[in-house]
């Protein structure tokens, strides 16, 4: 998604945990030629469960460039154990990164929107069709119940938050959810190695028959963050190959 806005035009920074970014990222920045876009690609180093990290890293890019237009929150982690098995520390974990972490980017990124007085602004929460249905062959509840949070999540920022301020004449901020259906990544690449079959089942639950790659949800980046839906908040986008449809 954060090509697709790059090839869009836009100024992407891409926040992550690693101290140096990973070799996908350095590819996908190469990929970009500056003679026919004017977007660029960044990476900056943030652990969206310290909290006082991410506020400095987004305040100090917003300011930087005197606005901040929008965001994607996409930071998640998984764990497949038994529900019977999980501490509560496993939990806490997750719930930390996969919600809290979310609503404290977009709480960050909402500062710098109202401070700037960014017009047309945008907030997309990656959440996920497990966040409405149980992922058959996949003991995931917790992650699982992360996702259903950041959906209502999107609702309750959005009643927050889309409505301009009369105070200042601050321009309101779009807020919605975007539900991918499986998608394969390194991190479903493990699941699929530790639960045999996981990935023939996966392909057979969908209307499509196959999985989903990560490029393939480039298009509805653009089209959240930008004003192409400029007329839609508070809702969750859900692109899952009609695996939800049945």
């Known amino acids: 998604m954060g090509e697709a806005v790059v090839e869009a ?4 920074y891409a926040l992550d945990r690693l101290p140096e970014p ?3 990222f ?4 190469n990929r970009i030629d500056p003679a026919t876009t004017a977007g660029s690609l960044h990476y900056r180093r943030v652990d969206v469960s310290n909290n006082k990290d991410l506020n400095d890293v987004i305040t100090s890019t917003a300011d930087e460039h005197g606005k901040l237009n929008g965001a994607i929150a996409a930071a998640g982690i998984q764990q497949l154990t038994p529900a019977i098995d999980y501490t509560p520390a496993d939990a806490a974990r997750m719930l930390q990164v996969n919600y809290t972490g979310v609503l404290m980017t977009a709480q960050a990124c909402a500062r710098s929107i109202l401070k700037h007085k960014t017009p047309d ?12 249905i149980a992922n058959k062959g996949l003991l995931s509840p917790v992650y699982n119940s992360s996702k259903a949070a ?29 539900s991918p259906g499986h998608i394969v990544t390194p991190m479903v690449e493990r699941n699929f190695e530790e639960v045999e079959g996981l990935r023939e089942m ?7 028959g ?7 949800f ?10 192409a839906s400029s007329f839609m908040t508070g809702s969750n986008l859900v692109i899952d190959g009609g695996h939800t449809a049945w």
């Open 9 to 12: 035009g836009g100024i992407v």
């Open 22 to 24: 990973s070799d996908d």
């Open 26 to 29: 350095l590819a996908a920045q």
């Open 121 to 132: 602004a945008s907030l997309v929460l990656i959440a996920s069709m497990s966040g409405l």
């Open 150 to 178: 950041v959906i209502q999540l999107a609702r309750n920022l959005a009643m927050e938050w889309s409505k301009p301020r009369d105070d200042d004449g601050v321009p309101g901020i779009r807020v919605n959810c975007l």
């Open 202 to 208: 996966w392909e057979e639950a969908n209307m499509m």
């Open 210 to 216: 196959r999985l989903s790659r990560p490029q393939e």
């Open 218 to 227: 480039g298009g509805a980046g653009v089209f959240l963050l930008g004003r």
